[in-house]
Nanobody
Framework: QVQLVESGGGLVQAGGSLRLSCKASGSIFSHNIIYWYRQPPGKQRELVGY???????NYADSVKGRFSISRDNAKNTVYLQMNNLKPEDTAVYYC??????????WGQGTQVTVTS
């Protein structure tokens, strides 16, 4: 199955930006919808948004207008561009596919910390 590795997290001040990457192995990547989830400290994991194989996107209301998802199928990579970050965006961010969701299989994620 496709293996996913998240990267690009870090420490940023409120109002700043970060771009996360989700690097996938496997040729089926381009045919997959890719989800971004996040888990804030002490809270449940929540959906941030997703991108379909054709490039359509959808976002949670809490990030709409600030976050954008894109994909580069040639590089087997999906990006999460995060602008105007807020302290409440602090979380571990994960990318995943429908197969991984159905099997409750998660990578190590990447930590994003936003300071006020």
């Amino acid at each position: 199955q496709v293996q996913l590795v998240e990267s690009g997290g870090g420490l940023v001040q409120a109002g700043g930006s970060l771009r996360l990457s989700c690097k996938a192995s496997g040729s089926i990547f381009s045919h997959n919808i890719i989800y971004w989830y996040r888990q804030p400290p002490g809270k449940q994991r929540e959906l941030v948004g997703y991108i379909t194989s054709s490039g359509s996107t959808n976002y949670a209301d809490s990030v709409k207008g600030r976050f954008s998802i894109s994909r580069d199928n040639a590089k087997n990579t999906v990006y999460l561009q995060m602008n105007n970050l807020k302290p409440e965006d602090t979380a571990v961010y994960y990318c995943t596919t429908p197969w991984h969701l159905s099997n409750n299989s998660w990578g190590q994620g990447t930590q994003v910390t936003v300071t006020s």
